[in-house]
């Protein structure tokens, strides 16, 4: 098996449980249907396919997505997040963070497939 096949595999399971996770969330619809469409273009690279156009939309998408969510103080936000020593969400600037960080994570998950996309 290709490594490369392998870390797509592993991404759609992080996937599916950043998924899950998002059940609860003030938005789920918005933030499960995110991540679900991460986990099909996972899916799609582990059997080769990496369509050019959709996965630019999806990258771009997410990474302009993350900026506009991006926290004020990245270390301010990493140190609410160790002071409160759970996964609860006590302000909207934590939510934000988060989400600025979930949509990077899957903007560069699928870099490496679309620049195989655009190079064949």
């Known amino acids: 098996m290709k490594f490369s096949k392998i870390i797509y595999g592993v991404w759609a399971i992080l996937f599916s449980l950043f998924a899950y996770w998002q059940i609860n969330d003030p938005d789920p619809e918005v933030w499960v249907s995110i991540y679900v469409v991460a986990i099909i273009f996972c899916l799609l690279a582990i059997r080769g396919i990496f369509p050019k156009y959709p996965?630019?939309?999806?990258?771009?998408?997410?990474?302009?997505?993350?900026?506009?969510?991006?926290?004020?103080?990245?270390?301010?936000?990493?140190?609410?997040?160790?002071?409160?020593?759970?996964?609860?969400?006590?302000?909207?600037?934590?939510?934000?963070?988060?989400?600025?960080?979930?949509?990077?994570?899957?903007?560069?998950?699928?870099?490496?497939?679309?620049?195989?996309?655009?190079?064949?």
């Open 55 to 120: 996965l630019t939309v999806l990258v771009v998408a997410c990474l302009i997505g993350a900026f506009y969510y991006w926290p004020e103080s990245v270390s301010g936000w990493i140190g609410q997040e160790v002071e409160q020593g759970d996964l609860t969400m006590k302000t909207p600037e934590m939510e934000e963070g988060r989400e600025s960080f979930g949509l990077l994570i899957i903007a560069l998950v699928h870099l490496p497939g679309l620049i195989k996309a655009w190079r064949s």
